[in-house]
């Protein structure tokens, strides 16, 4: 049972990127699927998360209206869109999955986890 998160890199502010989370050995379908991430010396925040459905989409503050998280039931994966990045967004992204139809909620709910995957934007 696998999560594997890409699509970091560095970008200029005001920049885009689209991290994709692939599962391998279970299906999303069941799962409330998120992303977290990490800055250096700050405590892992939630960034999105999405229903088994996909009909309700929650997002910290600090991303709303710039970021879009999305599933592709067919492909196993969870995208989450960033445009405008800032500075402030340079942190290490998480994809997890949650054994509930929705969650928004501290890391520890989470029932899988992918490696992160780095994101930097430089000012």
């Known amino acids: 049972l696998q999560l594997q998160a890409s699509g970091g890199g560095l970008v200029q502010a005001g920049g885009s990127l689209r991290l994709s989370c692939a599962a391998s050995?279970?299906?999303?379908?069941?799962?409330?699927k998120c992303w977290f991430r990490q800055a250096p010396g700050k405590e892992r925040e939630g960034v999105s998360c999405?229903?088994?459905?996909?009909?309700?989409?929650d997002y910290a503050d600090s991303v709303k209206g710039r970021f879009t998280i999305s599933r592709d039931n067919a492909k196993n994966t969870v995208y989450l869109q960033m445009n405008s990045l800032k500075p402030d967004d340079t942190a290490v992204y998480y994809c997890?999955?949650?054994?509930?139809?929705?969650?928004?909620?501290?890391?520890?709910?989470?029932?899988?986890w992918g490696k992160g995957t780095l994101v930097t934007v430089s000012s």
């Open positions: 997890a999955a949650a054994l509930y139809a929705r969650y928004w909620g501290p890391p520890d709910g989470m029932d899988y």
């Open positions: 999405i229903s088994t459905s996909g009909g309700n989409t």
């Open positions: 050995g279970f299906t999303l379908d069941y799962y409330a």
